[in-house]
Nanobody, 122 residues
Framework: QVQLVESGGGVVQPGGSLRLSCEFS????????MGWFRQASGKERELAGA????????LYGDSEEGRFTVSRDDDKNMVFLQMKDLTNEDTAVYYC???????????????WGQGTQVTVSS
């Protein structure tokens, strides 16, 4: 059974940077596209960034484009989300997900982590 464990969340000041990590286990990592989704209080879950199984294709949400970078390390079975220029609007629980292909739709991802809280506050 695939398991995903996120880490790296915390409190950061506006304008700061943060790097989230997700460790994959229980399957063949290179078979999966990996996504980062976020859900702010009272809002729907939305894509922050996703990367294909090959690493050649990435997707980002509109507000994340240019500020977030998703990457993967197939040797370590890990996926990362590097975030910069953070604002209060980036405060959310961030979830790691695995699926067969990159997609904006969270329903296309089969496995999910428990999430890690990111709070942007001065």
């Amino acid at each position: 059974q695939v398991q995903l464990v996120e880490s790296g969340g915390g409190v950061v000041q506006p304008g700061g940077s943060l790097r989230l990590s997700c460790e994959f286990s229980g399957g063949t990592f290179s078979d999966y596209a990996m996504g980062w989704f976020r859900q702010a209080s009272g809002k729907e879950r939305e894509l922050a960034g996703a990367i294909s199984w090959s690493g050649e294709l990435t997707l980002y949400g509109d507000s994340e484009e240019g500020r977030f970078t998703v990457s993967r390390d197939d040797d370590k079975n890990m996926v990362f989300l590097q975030m910069k220029d953070l604002t209060n609007e980036d405060t959310a629980v961030y979830y790691c997900a695995a699926g067969s292909h990159v997609d904006f739709d969270s329903k296309q991802y089969e496995y999910w982590g428990q999430g890690t809280q990111v709070t942007v506050s001065s």
